[in-house]
């Protein structure tokens, strides 16, 4: 049986703005390291900006 040889690590950070009573944004970003359980794979890096229209 094989065992993981290192742990994935999954951070998020993120912060809600709004821009009036109906729309806000939410720009965000994730850092993944060891993906796949494994410090071979390079980090991964995403980022988003997420808009939410409320009517």
Known sequence: MLQDRDNAYH???F??????DNISVTPGFWVILNPEKDSINDTQYVDM???T???
């Open 11 to 13: 951070i998020e950070v």
């Open 15 to 20: 912060y809600r703005y709004r821009l009036n």
């Open 49 to 51: 900006i997420p808009t």
């Open 53 to 55: 229209f409320d009517f």
